[in-house]
């Protein structure tokens, strides 16, 4: 059973760095794609972005300027760090396994969050 | 850039009744759309994708349907546990991204 639990602190002061780990258990992190997913207290979900198991990253467009990913095969983990905060980066964040696979025809591509790390609270406030 | 619309963004429904969420695409998308279920304070839990495929371990209960612009998330018979918001989740191929829909809350009417 894969496992995915997400590490970091749960404050961080405005205009400082965000940073959070996510460790997978139970699978490796080679062959998917790792995605880092917020949100909001008392809102909806907000995808931030993608790393691949070979380093690739694709980024929400709202947050490519301030949102690195990075990937550590051999510990199993992937990063997520987002600069400059404010108030509006308060949220739930949580890693989740990026599935891509094709279809029985083989013609179309699926993609879907199949494992989900708890969430971490992470507070932007001085 | 395509935005998905849930509605109602409320559905008051008895257990033991069908529920059907929408989900509407702002232009026409391949079949490629996810749906979630999330409880308080809980992770989001992957119930279909392929707009129609039910994930490991759902219950037949849930099943989806749809195309275009429209998509549809039913659950034929509320039961107790079924009571949570729902997320759709589109991918988009190019440039790749990844959209949700703002959910639809499922509370006991």
């Known amino acids: 059973q894969v496992q995915l639990q997400e590490s970091g602190p749960g404050l961080v002061q405005p205009s400082e760095t965000l940073s959070l780990t996510c460790t997978v258990s139970?699978?490796?992190?080679?062959?998917?794609?790792w995605s880092w997913v917020r949100q909001p207290p008392g809102k909806g979900l907000e995808w931030i972005g993608y790393i691949s198991h070979s380093g690739n990253t694709n980024y929400n467009p709202s947050l490519e300027s301030r949102v690195t990913f990075s990937l550590d095969a051999s510990k199993n983990q992937f990063s997520l760090k987002l600069t400059s905060v404010t108030a509006a980066d308060t949220a739930v964040y949580y890693c989740?396994?990026?599935?891509?696979?094709?279809?029985?025809?083989?013609?179309?591509?699926?993609?879907?969050?199949?494992?989900w790390g708890q969430g971490t609270l992470v507070t932007v406030s001085s | 850039e395509i935005v998905m619309t849930q509605f109602p963004a409320t559905l008051s429904v008895s257990p033991g009744e069908r529920a059907t969420l929408s989900c509407r695409a702002s232009q026409r998308i391949s079949g490629n759309l996810a749906w979630y279920q999330q409880k308080p304070g809980r992770p989001p839990r992957l119930l279909l994708y392929?707009?129609?495929t039910r994930a490991t371990d759902i219950p037949g209960r849930f099943s989806g349907s749809g195309s275009g612009t429209e998509f549809t998330l039913t659950i034929s018979s509320l039961q107790s546990e079924d009571f949570a918001v729902y997320y759709c989740q589109y991918y988009d191929n190019w440039p790749a991204r990844r959209t949700f829909g703002q959910g639809t809350k499922v509370e006991i009417k």
């Open positions: 392929g707009a129609s």
């Open positions: 139970g699978g490796s992190i080679t062959n998917y794609y």
């Open positions: 989740a396994r990026d599935v891509q696979q094709y279809d029985s025809s083989g013609y179309y591509l699926l993609q879907y969050f199949d494992y």
